[in-house]
């Protein structure tokens, strides 16, 4: 039997860790939460949908920003407390990470955002918000992407992944403004996209299928400055409509928006970075 570690910052599932694997070889991954142990055939029983995301085949690493409460019977090693309460990155790094962040907010490369433009956004978002004959978009990590359900409350609940941020984060760059009644046209006839790629799965389950495409942000990473997670297991039937009109406001605002080039993309999931993004 092969046992084969790695550290992350988050319960992590990398493809080309697991999938060189037999079936009861081990992983174990060491978290801030604590250490995950299992065998490859552990992981594709417990976690059948994992392999088939974008995210694994494609980038090859799947993680979770809390560690979802199937994942606890693997857990083999908690973090005491203490050892939660220990600072190990301490100030001074915190503040050049801080600098970082500064540098880029003020960078010559980080593409700037016409006011009126933004105001345009804001103010649409805000309307589209209230009209409830406009469907409320959701980013949700599922296989449902493309798809759209009614929710208890009667308003239409779309699930698409980070695609439809990234498309009005690029009509914002491009200066393109549009009215409610165009968006509500455009939506009607399948034009704003909502899927990163039009699968065989997407074209048979979905009703908004659009793929990104000539819409993307080519060498950008999209990020978002205030956390738009829902940090629950209901499901989306279960969310209070309140709540997904927040989630929708915090996702769709290009004002909670920013890019980094992909090739420091990661430092977009640093509190300490991400604070210096704020707009100004």
Known sequence: MKIVEYTFSRLCFKADVIESLENNDVFIVHTPDGSFRMTKADFYRVFPKIPKTKSYQERGIYHCKYPPQRAMQFLTESVSNHQKSMDLIGDEIREKIKEIGLLWHKSEHNPHIDEEIMNHWEGIIETWIKDESMPLIVRKNTDKRGQAFRHPSGREIIISDNTFAIWIYGRVLRK????????????????????????????????????????????????HIEPIGFNTNKSLEEIDINDLKEHFRKYASPRNMFVLPKEIGYLGELPIFIEEQKYQ
């Open 176 to 223: 393109e403004i549009y009215s409610l009644f165009q968006l509500k046209d455009m939506l009607s006839q399948n034009k704003i996209p909502m899927v990163f790629m039009q699968t065989a799965d997407v074209r048979e389950k979905g009703k908004y299928t659009k793929p990104l495409g000539n819409f993307s942000l080519p060498g950008w990473k999209l990020c």
